[in-house]
């Protein structure tokens, strides 16, 4: 299109051969008029020379003379010029629509899985089979703050603070040390604004100065591999939310009173009173006393397994819990007879250790969960086993590489080793998907995050401009580009935003949901949208230099006119 303005304007002036004209001056190939970037006007004249705010020059065509009144390009002008053009392109792109698109019942891909090809299905039991309601941190939160005051005798204050739905989100990093909670993302960067110290943000400045002057922690000091270094502390699985907020408050009431305390001896003591939670047995007991009012969708689990064993699959289960707990939550949730969908049931497997050592052998366990002392050289249906380890598992069954495909919560204790070090296919369960996903289908959330992409790129190409007037418009975009950051990172979390993503990078908990799993979902109920030959196909996401029709490009100028006009008409 601008080839063709050059040739008609060219053919024009040589109709009036026998007349001096005064036109435009051509700037790399466009018009001066439709205002070329100034960048490109300043090196595109020949022999050195400058052109587009010089004074006129000269301009031959076919042995004619013609002089330039090129005005001076303002550039604060252009830049809003520009700056306009993206907003309006911004809103024409997004058809209607669009914004409920995504499925919550999805399933998402990060690598090729056939299920025609996967014969063995394996499940965790906690948040994977049985998924809970969100009262069930209410009152692990209690209990354990309750502990924390009457076992270890901490102040009688810290009973005061409630539990707050919603303050925290799966995937944080705690510094154990200095006793700040944050969000990290996949490069190791702590994302400024998500540094919260009890129950309060720390200011940007203090955070960099905490860290040596920089927001980027050392891998050793981030994470071993299952989520704890010697300095940071992970938290990957839903039980760790209220946790999480007992650290908060408890932080926050020594802050608040101007009490002296250690952090190190605070997190240990709270990880230890939640720990007592689970090994007394508390959340056990809560469960099997009102399971309607703690078990969601038990009728999905049921319609699951039954599709699978009804299809000829193999189902076993593999769990941390022990075997009166899953047997009452299966009993409400499939039937007397769950059993009979399962060829194999292992409880209290102590997992991570389960997938990477050798060290404890199977035992079987009685109608009343009581130990035997048999030897055990199979495993069978019908009975169920304490303890174990993988090593014996695949021994005893022969189940090995990509026909088995594991569910389970916890990235680490479930997923890693099966993945990284045995071959079988992992299905991740993210219950924060169906939150998530809501806002990602809202028309806020589609507006602020394309506004936001493409004013980035117009950021990134326009910031060649050095004059006062120029830098001024910069910084009005730049801190526009703030505030967009933060209203989307709120949509989903006030004070940690979405736990798949930081500002723009992928969060740590994202990088590793990507790493360990081939699959993930909200909930397992989302395999009754498929069939069981279905072949799930990773989208390819372009990698930086791959990226051909990225929304900032086509807004401010990388591609041409005619690519800009094509896309604003795609509804």
């Avoid at 599709?307 to 076993?316: C, D, I, N, Q």
């Avoid at 299905?427 to 998907?433: C, K, M, Q």
């Avoid at 990172?489 to 799993?517: A, E, M, V």
Wanted: aromatic content about 12%; overall charge neutral; some cysteine.
């Amino acid at each position: 299109m601008a080839r063709q303005k050059v040739g008609s304007i060219g053919r024009a002036l040589l109709r009036h051969r026998g007349a001096t004209s005064t036109v435009p001056a051509l700037a790399c190939g466009g018009l001066a008029s439709n205002g070329p970037s100034p960048a490109a006007a300043q090196k595109c004249c020949r022999g050195g020379e400058t052109c587009g705010s010089e004074a006129p020059k000269s301009l031959t065509v076919s042995g004619r003379a013609y002089s330039s009144t090129a005005p001076k390009i303002n550039h604060k002008t252009y830049l809003w010029a520009r700056y306009n053009e993206m907003k309006r392109l911004v809103h024409d792109l997004i058809p209607p629509g669009v914004c409920n698109l995504l499925n919550p019942s999805n399933i998402y891909a990060n690598n090729e899985v056939n299920l025609a090809e996967v014969d063995i299905y394996g499940f965790d039991y906690d948040y994977t089979l049985a998924l809970y309601s969100n009262a069930l941190d209410a009152m692990i939160y209690d209990t354990a703050r309750d502990f924390l005051v009457k076992h270890y005798k901490y102040p009688e204050g810290i009973s005061k603070y409630e539990y707050i739905p919603n303050f925290t989100a799966r995937g944080l990093h705690y510094d154990i040390q200095k006793g700040l909670l944050m969000k990290i993302d996949a490069f190791h960067y702590i994302q400024l604004g998500t540094v919260y110290r009890g129950l309060k943000p720390v200011p940007d400045e203090e955070v960099m100065e905490l860290y040596g002057g920089t927001n980027h922690v050392p891998l050793h000091q981030v994470s071993g591999f299952y989520g704890k270094g010697p300095k940071m502390k992970q938290y990957m699985d839903v039980f760790s939310i209220p946790e999480m907020t007992l650290l908060a408050a408890a932080n926050d009431y020594f802050i608040t009173n101007d009490i002296e305390y250690d952090p190190v001896h605070l997190y240990k003591d709270v990880s230890e009173a939640i720990g007592m939670v689970h090994i007394k047995g508390y959340m056990y007991k809560w469960i099997m006393q009102d399971l309607e009012k703690y078990i969601l969708r038990g009728d999905e689990t049921y319609a699951v397994l039954d599709r699978l064993a009804s299809h000829g699959k193999k189902l076993f289960l593999i769990t941390n819990s022990p075997f009166s707990f899953v047997d009452k939550g299966m009993k409400y949730m499939v039937g007397k007879d769950w059993r009979e969908f399962f060829d194999v049931v292992i409880v209290q497997a102590d997992k991570p250790h389960f997938f990477n050592d050798c060290v404890k052998p199977f035992r079987r366990l009685d109608s009343n969960g009581d130990l035997q002392w048999d030897k055990i050289k199979s495993l069978d249906k019908g009975q169920i086993y304490k303890q174990g380890n993988l090593f014996d598992f695949l021994r005893l069954t022969g189940w090995r590489g990509s026909k088995v495909l594991y569910f389970g919560d916890h990235l680490y204790s479930d997923l890693a080793d099966l993945m990284l070090r045995h071959g079988w296919r992992t299905g991740a369960i993210v219950p924060e998907l169906e939150v998530e996903t809501r806002v990602v289908n809202t028309e806020q959330y589609a507006q602020s995050l394309t506004w936001l992409q493409a004013l980035t790129g117009l950021l990134e190409r326009m910031q060649m401009h050095k004059d006062p007037e120029s830098k001024k418009v910069l910084e009005d975009w730049l801190k526009e580009r703030e505030e967009l950051r933060a209203v989307t990172k709120n949509l989903f979390n006030p004070q940690f935003g979405s736990i798949f993503r930081t500002c723009h990078n992928p969060t740590y908990f994202s990088r590793r949901l990507c790493r360990f799993s081939d699959l993930y979902m909200a909930s397992i109920s989302c395999l009754l949208n498929y069939d069981l030959s279905y072949t799930f196909y990773p989208r390819r996401t372009p990698l930086q230099h791959e990226a051909p029709l990225w929304m900032d490009q086509l807004c401010t100028g990388c591609m041409k006119t005619p690519f800009l006009e094509e896309m604003a008409h795609i509804r």
